[in-house]
């Protein structure tokens, strides 16, 4: 993890932003200057024109003044553009990084697959390209606008400074009253969202089921929890906020009072109470707006928080010196290894090596850490202890981007993505004709996707569209074997497979043979098991067995009782367990037992 002392990409990125930031202050410095203009202006027409009775006195002063307010347009005009260009160069130098950081998140950390961070960028874009902002810079001004009102007399600018005292208490009773409330709204409102989010990839299920009145109920809680904590915290800002505006016309007024009773007294000009009324106004305005968009500020510091938080949890992947393309040698040392985010071990003592072109089977009950290890031989999830190595180098030494064309997955769950069949085999990135002809006819699903409406090019959506199953793994399996990857993890390839796409299966499989790729395969079928070269059984986390696939399926064969296996670690319970579907698969018969069991998980 990176040390908190570091700056973040955000924070460099915002540093980098600073000269723009600065550029904001400058134009701002102009544009409060020129809001002396309104109460200079009163106060010319009160105290000169009035008593001068000049008509060519106003009119200059009137060409002056509009002449001002048309530089002051621009200005503000200005620093608007300015700050959206600001959000938008702030959001590119930052995007990519964070989308990368969300998706590796997402790898590393169950149940961390959520696209907040992208909301939480484009708020914090949206507050500094926002009006809010403006009362951060127009805030230090205030100053000036009270040293002016105390030019014109002495009272006016207590009169004033008290005011905005009590105005800015306001400010911080709103901060300390909603702060909070505001951040547990928004995390149960990130909740809530997340829970949504997951519903819809499984709507049918709930539909299907009548499971629809469960899960909304669920949803509601956490969205009710939400609304009851905005309308708290926003209850107590609105009442803040009123106050603040309703006090802010009252000093108004009495200020206006104060500037008569002076007037009165004879310490000073009628010009100088109109103008120091509309003084007292812009002198408290920035406060007044700050408590108005405070609400947004908070939300916006949230996001900035959660993005941070993001940021230095998951560091940029360190760019290593390019390797050889590999040939696929794969070792694992003394690896244990769990789920991220889990302390405990699930596979523990794994030692092997496979060489190259080898074909290895992995089979096990369910839970025995048959999907972890497959995580962690292609590097998606951490070793605790030990390291798995490819062609002699760790493979978290390979940049992944340099790696991935040579590898091969195909997980349990088949995720399909957005866009045409062809840019999903070519993996979204060029797409080859032939490479991906070749992929799908190695896959056996070529004729297939030539039936569909527009073969190739037919888009589908993520949750694969109207495509079946079966076909969205096969589809899977093509986008595995594109480009004639060197190492190929196949986690039961035929869960969802008919007898026709298990025959392409094991084509493909024969074919990969023939190419010297280096395959895993974690099945029981015997379609499957009876092409690999070796057997690798795991039970509770450990190798129980490993050796030549006849070797391993004689030792399951022999009857309980007849003594130990010679092969290292065998475990004679686990071969009680598996004989039958073992047997079928040494002896090429009847594999229904084995089907039945063709989906166990990790």
Known sequence: MASRQEATDLQRALKACRGSFASVGFFSMFINLLMLVPPLYMLQVYDRVISSRSADTLLMLTLVVIFLFFVMGLLELVRSRILIRVGNRLDTMVNQRLYSAMFRRSVMTQGQQSAQPLSDMTNLRQFLTGNGLFAFFDAPWVPIYLGVLFLFHFWLGVFATCAGIVLLILAIANEKATKGLLSEANAEQIKAQELANANLRNSEVLHAMGMLPGIMGRWASKHHEFLAKQSQASDRAGALANTSKVLRMLFQSMILGLGAFLVLEGDMSPGMMIAGSILMGRALSPIDQMIGSWKGFVASRSAYKRLNDLLDQIPAEERHMSLPAPRGDLAIETVAAAPPGVRMATIRGINFAVPSGEHVGIIGPSAAGKSTLARVMLGLWPTQVG???????????WNRDELGPYIGYLPQDIELFDGSISENIARFGEVDAQKVVAAAQKAGVHEMILQLPNGYDTVISGAGGALSGGQRQRIGLARALYGNPVLVVLDEPNSN??????????????????????????????SVLKHVDQLLVLKDGQVSMFGPRDQVLAQFAKPAGTGRSSLAGSNAATGRKSGSRLAAVQGGGNSTGSDSQSSEQN
């Open 387 to 397: 390291s798995v190595r490819l062609d002699g180098a760790e493979i978290i030494h």
């Open 497 to 526: 497979l008919d007898e026709n796409g298990e025959r392409a299966l094991s084509e493909a499989i024969r074919q990969l043979k023939a190419e010297g790729t280096t395959l895993f395969v974690i099945s029981h079928r015997q």
